[in-house]
C-alpha cells in the first residue's frame, strides 16, 4: 500500500469517526433539549391547571365519572398527553386515556415525587400506564383538599404523561430521521472532499520523491553510461527548499560520485585492455624473429650427428618460445573479445555437425592417448536440430578449448563426449569427459583469468595458453548471448555446459 | 625457374630471417623495407608473389594491396599481420590479399602458405591457358560447372561464388561420393593443413549450403557424413 494511499484511508476514517461522534453528539442533545420543553410545557400546564381548580380531588370524589371527561377536557389541545389522577401511593383514580386500567393500577411514587417536588429538575422520566413503558416524559403536581393550609397531607397528584415520540427507535433509523440525515450528508460530504483533498495534496508533496525513485530506477536499469549521458539527470525533481530538495540534491551529488568513479574505473579498464592489447602487439614481432631464428636453426643442423646435443637445445627453446607466442596470442585475444566495440560474425548453423567435425579434428590426438571421443547425437531420428546463430570460428575455438582441456586431464581408457541438445528456446552444448574430475573449491574460480585449476593433476606438457582458454571459453559464450555450466564430481569426470539462445 | 617473392617488412630481423629461408627454399627473393618501395619494385618487374606487412611506415600492406589491386594485378599476396583482430583479416581478404598470416607464425607455416599461393596461382594460369583449349565442363545431376569460365549453375540458375567458395565447390564435383574431412579439405583447396583453421571450411561450406541448398539445415547437394566430413552427393546416371 502507497504511504498516498494510507494517508487518504486514515484521513477518511478518521473523518468517518468524527462525523459519527458529531451525529451521535447532536442528536443526544437534540433528544435533552426536546425532553426538557417537553417537561416544562407540561409542568406549566399542571401549574396553570392546579392555579385554576384548588378542589380537583373533591371534584373527582363527587363525581368520579364525569371526572375523566373533565380531564380530557383539560388536555382538549395538548396533544399527545395523558393526564392522571393519582392517589398519594400512586394509584390511578381517573385518566383521559382510553385504556382500561386494571383496578388500583399503580404507577412508580418516586418519580412522581421528584417531578411534582422539585420544580429545578430539567425533566423527569417516568411509567407510562398505557403503554406499560418506564420511559416516557411525566410532569407531577400535588393535589391537596381544598380550602386547607398548605401542610395539609398531601391527598394526590396529577400526573401528565407525554408519549410524543422524539426520534424513532433504532439506530439505523435515527441516522435517516430529519434531523440526522443532512448533517449527515454535510459531514460526509466533507469528509470525502477533505480526502480527495488529502490525496491531492499527498501527490503534490510526494512527486519529488516519486521523480526521485523513476531517476533511480531508471538508473538501476540502464546503468549510467548506456543511452544519453544526462539519462538520470533528466528524470531527477527540480530543488525545492525543503527535504526534497535536500535529498535531491544529496542523490545528485552521490550520482555525480558514482559517475565520476564509474568513469574512472571505465578509463582504467580500457588502459588495461589496450596495454593489454598493445603489450601483447609488441611482442608478436620478437616472438616472431625468434620463432623463426630457432626454426632456422632447428633446419640447419637437421641430420647433423654432430649437433644432437645443439638440437635438443634449439627444439627446447622452440617450444618454449611457441607457448610464450600461444599466451601472447591468447591475451592480446581475450583483450579483443573484450572490446566493447567487437561484433560477432554469426551465421546460422547446426551444431550436432560441427561437433563432428571437432570430434573428427581432435580424433588422432585422443586415439594417441587411448581415449574414447566422440559426438553424441539425439536418440529420437525426427529430433529438431540444433541450429543456432552463432559466429562459427569464435564458438569452434571455444569447443575445441574445452575438448582440449578435458584431452590434457585425461588417461587412457577415459571417454570424452561431445553433445547438443534442445531445452525450450535455448541449445546446451555439453563437453563431458571421466577424467579426473574438479576439486570442488577450484570449480567458482575455474573461469578465472590465469586460474590454473587441478594443477596437481595437470601434466607437466607445457602446452600453451595456460589460465586463459577457459577464460576464452567465457567471454565466447557471454558474446553470443550464453552462459557457462561446470559440473564436476572428483573421481568420476567434469561436464560443461554452453547454454545458447536458439537462432529465431 | 624459381619463382621471384617480393618481402616487404619494416622490421629487419624478420625481414632477413624471412629472405634467408626463403632462399634456402629455392625462391629468387627480393626484400624491402617499406610499402612505397614495394610498390616502385613492382613497377620495375612484376614478382611471382608478393609478403606484405600490414604495418609499416608510410604506406602500409592495405595500401600497397588496393594500389596493386586497382592496377589490375592478379599477383597472390601474403598479408602479415601482428594484429589478429577479425577485422584485420576481414579486410585483408577484402582488399585483394589472397592470405594472411598472424604473428608470430611459424617458417613451416609460412612456407607452406607460400608454395600454395604460387600452386593456386599456376593452376587458375593454367585454367586461363586452357580457356583457349576448351576444357570440358563438369556435370552432376543439376550442377553444372564450368572451370575455365569459373561459372556455376545450379538447376539452371547462374550462382554468385567467392573464389574459395568455387574452388571448394569444385573440388566436391571433381569427386562426387568421396568423403573429405575437412582437414583434408584445407589441404586441398586451401593449400594447407595447419591445426585451428578447419572453422574455415566451415563456413565455407555453410555459405555454400545457404546458396545452393532450398533447406540449408536438410542440404541435398553437399551432404555431412557423421564422423567422417562432407562429401558431394552422386547423381543417379
New interface residues.
Given amino acids: 500500500m502507497s504511504v498516498r494511499l494510507r494517508i487518504a484511508l486514515t484521513i477518511f476514517v478518521t473523518g468517518a469517526l468524527t462525523a459519527l461522534g458529531v451525529i451521535a453528539t447532536v442528536l443526544f442533545a437534540f433528544q435533552r433539549f426536546e425532553h426538557e420543553t417537553t417537561f416544562q410545557r407540561a409542568d406549566a400546564f399542571l401549574g396553570r391547571v392546579v392555579g385554576m381548580y384548588d378542589n380537583i380531588f373533591e371534584m373527582h370524589q363527587r363525581q368520579p365519572q364525569e371526572f375523566n371527561q373533565f380531564l380530557r377536557n383539560l388536555v382538549l389541545f395538548e396533544p399527545d398527553t395523558q393526564l392522571y389522577l393519582l392517589d398519594a401511593q400512586g394509584t390511578v383514580l381517573s385518566s383521559t386515556g382510553n385504556t382500561q386500567l386494571p383496578p388500583g393500577f399503580k404507577v412508580r411514587l418516586a418519580p412522581v415525587q421528584e417531578a411534582a417536588g422539585n420544580p429545578d429538575m430539567p425533566y423527569v422520566m417516568g411509567d407510562d400506564p398505557e403503554r406499560m413503558d418506564a420511559g416516557a416524559i411525566i410532569a407531577a403536581r400535588v393535589v391537596r383538599r381544598a380550602l386547607i393550609r398548605n401542610d395539609e397531607p398531601v391527598a394526590g397528584y396529577l400526573y401528565l404523561v407525554c408519549h410524543k415520540p422524539v426520534l424513532p427507535e433504532g439506530r439505523l433509523q435515527v441516522l435517516g430521521s430529519s434531523i440526522a440525515k443532512p448533517a449527515l450528508v454535510a459531514i460526509l460530504g466533507v469528509v470525502l472532499l477533505a480526502t480527495a483533498l488529502t490525496m491531492w495534496i499527498v501527490a503534490t508533496v510526494t512527486r519529488p520523491l516519486r521523480q526521485l525513485t523513476q531517476a533511480v530506477a531508471s538508473i538501476s536499469q540502464g546503468g549510467l553510461d548506456d543511452g544519453a549521458r544526462d539519462a538520470p539527470e533528466r528524470h531527477l525533481p527540480p530543488r525545492t527548499p525543503d527535504e526534497f530538495g535536500q535529498l535531491t540534491g544529496a542523490f545528485a551529488m552521490m550520482l555525480d560520485t558514482v559517475r565520476r568513479q564509474w568513469t574512472a574505473l571505465r578509463r582504467l579498464d580500457h588502459f588495461r585492455r589496450e596495454g593489454v592489447s598493445n603489450l601483447s602487439?609488441d611482442l608478436?614481432?620478437p616472438?616472431?624473429?625468434t620463432?623463426?631464428?630457432l626454426?632456422?636453426l632447428e633446419?640447419r643442423w637437421q641430420g647433423d650427428a654432430a649437433r644432437t646435443d645443439d638440437r635438443a637445445l634449439v627444439e627446447m627453446a622452440l617450444r618454449n618460445t611457441?607457448n610464450a607466442?600461444r599466451l601472447?596470442?591468447s591475451l592480446?585475444?581475450l583483450a579483443?573479445l573484450d572490446e566493447p566495440t567487437f561484433r560477432l560474425?554469426s551465421?546460422?548453423?547446426?551444431v550436432g555437425?560441427?561437433l563432428?567435425?571437432i570430434?573428427?579434428?581432435f580424433g588422432q590426438r585422443a586415439a594417441s592417448q587411448g581415449v574414447q571421443l566422440?559426438?553424441q547425437?539425439p536418440a529420437e531420428p525426427n529430433a529438431r536440430?540444433p541450429?543456432v546463430a552463432l559466429d562459427?570460428?569464435l564458438f569452434?575455438?571455444a569447443i575445441?578449448n574445452l575438448v582440449d582441456n578435458a584431452l590434457k586431464f585425461c588417461r587412457a581408457g577415459d571417454s570424452v563426449s561431445l553433445s547438443a541438445r534442445m531445452r525450450g528456446d535455448r541449445v546446451e552444448v555439453c563437453v563431458a569427459d571421466t577424467g579426473p574430475g574438479i576439486p570442488e573449491a577450484d570449480v567458482p574460480h575455474l573461469f578465472d583469468r590465469f586460474y590454473q585449476a587441478r594443477q596437481s593433476v595437470a601434466p607437466s606438457t607445457g602446452a600453451g595458453g595456460k589460465g586463459l582458454g577457459l577464460a576464452i571459453v567465457k567471454r565466447i559464450a557471454e558474446l553470443h548471448a550464453g552462459e557457462v555450466r561446470v559440473d564436476s564430481t572428483p573421481g568420476q569426470g567434469t561436464r560443461v555446459t554452453l547454454v545458447l539462445p536458439l537462432a529465431t | 625457374m624459381a619463382a621471384t617473392i617480393l618481402v616487404a617488412e619494416d622490421?629487419a630481423?624478420?625481414r632477413d630471417?624471412?629472405v634467408?629461408?626463403l632462399r634456402?627454399a629455392n625462391y629468387d627473393v627480393h626484400a624491402v623495407a617499406d610499402g612505397t618501395a614495394a610498390l616502385a619494385s613492382q613497377n620495375e618487374r612484376a614478382s611471382d608473389l608478393l609478403i606484405l606487412d600490414l604495418m609499416m611506415p608510410g604506406m602500409d600492406g592495405l595500401e600497397v594491396c588496393k594500389a596493386l589491386r586497382a592496377r589490375g594485378r592478379t599477383t597472390p599476396i601474403l598479408m602479415l599481420t601482428?594484429?589478429?583482430?577479425?577485422l584485420d583479416r576481414?579486410l585483408g581478404l577484402e582488399l585483394g590479399a589472397d592470405d594472411y598470416l598472424?604473428?608470430?607464425?611459424?617458417?613451416?607455416e609460412l612456407l607452406a602458405r607460400v608454395k600454395a599461393l604460387l600452386r593456386r596461382a599456376d593452376v587458375q594460369r593454367a585454367a586461363q591457358s586452357d580457356l583457349q583449349g576448351q576444357p570440358s565442363p563438369i556435370r552432376n545431376g543439376d550442377l553444372e560447372i564450368a572451370p575455365s569460365k569459373r561459372s556455376v549453375r545450379y538447376q539452371g540458375v547462374a550462382l554468385d561464388c567467392t573464389a574459395l567458395e568455387f574452388d571448394l565447390l569444385l573440388h566436391f564435383a571433381q569427386h562426387p561420393g568421396h568423403v573429405f574431412?575437412?582437414?583434408q579439405l584445407l589441404d586441398a583447396v586451401w593449400g594447407y593443413t595447419h591445426?585451428?583453421y578447419?572453422?574455415?571450411v566451415?563456413?565455407h561450406i555453410?555459405?555454400l549450403r545457404a546458396k545452393l541448398e532450398a533447406d540449408?539445415?536438410r542440404p541435398q547437394l553437399i551432404l555431412?557424413v557423421?564422423?567422417?566430413?562432407y562429401k558431394m552427393r552422386e547423381a543417379p546416371p
Fill in positions: 602487439h608478436r614481432s616472438l616472431t624473429a620463432t623463426a631464428c626454426e632456422t633446419g611457441r607466442a601472447v596470442q592480446g585475444d579483443l560474425r551465421e546460422v548453423l547446426d555437425e560441427l563432428d567435425d570430434a573428427v579434428r566422440q559426438a547425437h536440430p541450429v562459427i570460428e569452434e575455438r575445441a | 622490421q630481423d624478420i630471417l624471412l634467408m629461408n634456402s601482428a594484429k589478429s583482430t577479425e576481414v598472424t604473428k608470430p607464425f611459424s617458417l613451416a574431412s575437412r582437414s591445426d585451428g578447419e572453422h574455415t566451415t563456413t555453410n555459405r540449408p539445415m555431412t557423421r564422423g567422417a566430413g
